[in-house]
């Protein structure tokens, strides 16, 4: 579960050994928790069902045993996580009695986090409200009144091997060993160059579209693609416009002639693709647009319906596929600067068109993104969009699924 959490947040992904101190004849049923760190707590059970001391410190001995056991397995994948200043997201997969959440709870906070939240899909009443003092935010999905078992939440209930939770906090393989092609479209007589960037084991591919005066050179293209790479997406760069049509300024405009382009780009790389071990078909692909790209991106991203999976625009024009933005299904991503009022004010309106669309105002940027910080936020925001609407696409192994780059959270 704190997998699949960590994954949506691209967050960093580690574990905290706590195990509960089950009750005599019954090892189901918490009579407390104990913490790797040997932090032990108690319920009020331990009273009212008249529990020997011998019997709980034998508990206490067993389990520790097993924790520093795991412990010592699961390092050897990584090292725990610092947690100093961070926000810690503590996951579960459901809360009955509340006590071993309290209990890493409590082992987290004495690490000074900076914000603790606890999350979990199913917590019994009396756990919500055990746990409520013990963290910043509690995040529950359900709190049913009648809770007896956490498995009767789900549909599938299986154990989580140790080898599970070996591949799970394995560090992931580095995105170094990036293939570089380059590729000509060709449509009719003019011939567009482009570059293809396939990262080992790529996880999704954008193709660019530059804006009006640009190029596949675009310094603010290439620095936003080199940040996609970094994290594992395969990137294509390239001419929406052959050198002699790029001497006119007539074609920079005519946003169905360079939506037509952008449509034949992406089946080229469909079947450049095909052509890769494993069969790159399941690579899902995404438009990153500019300016006047922007409006190409749209329009082909309509045009192809499901085969792109998301878009981003950056400093985009909308307005001029505004016929088309009701027909686009994908996902889209308006990043406009605060200080590029004019383009703003058309994203806000174009906006209310799309079925999926999500407007982000970047502070202190205009329309370039030339100042400090502010096309780094771009790459950032890009990255989160694309890799988390990429991620149903993705055809890979559940042993493939958790090894993404890592984030500032820790889940």
């Given at each position: ?5 960590a994954e949506q947040l691209d967050a960093d992904l580690d574990i905290l050994l706590v195990h509960k101190l089950g009750a005599p004849g019954n ?158 479209i060709v449509d009719g007589h003019a011939r567009m160059a482009g570059e293809l960037v396939l990262p080992a084991r790529p996880r999704g591919l ?206």
């Amino acid at each position: 579960m704190a997998r699949i959490v960590a994954e949506q947040l691209d967050a960093d992904l580690d574990i905290l050994l706590v195990h509960k101190l089950g009750a005599p004849g019954n090892p189901e049923y918490a009579i407390g928790a104990v913490a790797e760190t040997g932090a032990v707590l108690r319920s009020e059970a331990v009273s009212a069902l008249g529990i020997s001391e011998d019997y709980i410190e034998q508990e206490i001995r067993a389990q520790l045993q097993v924790l520093q056991e795991r412990r010592k397995r699961y390092s050897a994948s990584r090292p725990r996580t610092a947690l100093t200043g961070r926000t810690v997201i503590i996951v579960d997969d459901g809360l009955a009695t509340g006590y071993t959440m309290l209990a890493a709870a409590r082992t987290i906070r004495a690490e000074k986090p900076g914000q603790l939240i606890i999350a979990s899909p199913v917590a019994s009443p009396s756990a919500a409200e055990l746990l409520s003092a013990e963290c910043d935010e509690a995040i529950y999905l359900h709190v049913p009144e009648d809770l007896y078992a956490i498995s009767q939440f789900y549909e599938e209930f299986p154990q989580v091997s140790d080898k599970e939770v070996e591949d799970m906090l394995r560090p992931p393989m580095p995105f170094t060993q990036s293939v570089v092609r380059e590729l000509v479209i060709v449509d009719g007589h003019a011939r567009m160059a482009g570059e293809l960037v396939l990262p080992a084991r790529p996880r999704g591919l954008v193709i660019f579209a530059h804006g009006s005066g640009s190029s596949r050179f675009s310094p603010r293209n290439i620095h936003v693609a080199a940040r996609l790479q970094a994290q594992g997406l395969g990137t294509f760069l390239f001419d929406l416009l052959s050198e002699y049509e790029a001497s006119s300024r007539s074609p920079v405009f005519d946003i169905e002639l360079l939506s037509q382009r952008l449509i034949l780009a992406t089946r080229t790389i469909e079947q450049e693709l095909k052509r890769e071990p494993g069969d790159g078909r399941g690579i899902a692909i995404g438009y990153f647009g500019a300016s006047t790209g922007a409006a190409a991106a749209l329009y082909a991203a309509a045009e192809l319906g499901e085969t792109i999976s998301a878009v981003v625009s950056r400093g985009g024009r909308p307005d001029l596929a505004l016929d088309r933005l009701s027909s686009v299904k994908a996902p889209t991503l308006l990043l406009v600067g605060n200080l590029d009022k004019q383009v703003l004010e058309l994203n806000r309106h174009a906006l209310l068109q799309l079925r999926k669309g999500q407007l982000t105002v970047i502070e202190g940027a205009t329309h370039l993104f030339e100042e400090p910080g502010t096309l780094d936020s771009v790459a950032d925001y890009a990255i989160t969009w694309f890799k988390h609407h990429f991620v149903s696409d993705w055809r890979i192994s559940h042993e493939e699924f958790g090894k993404k780059s890592r984030g500032k959270k820790v889940a």
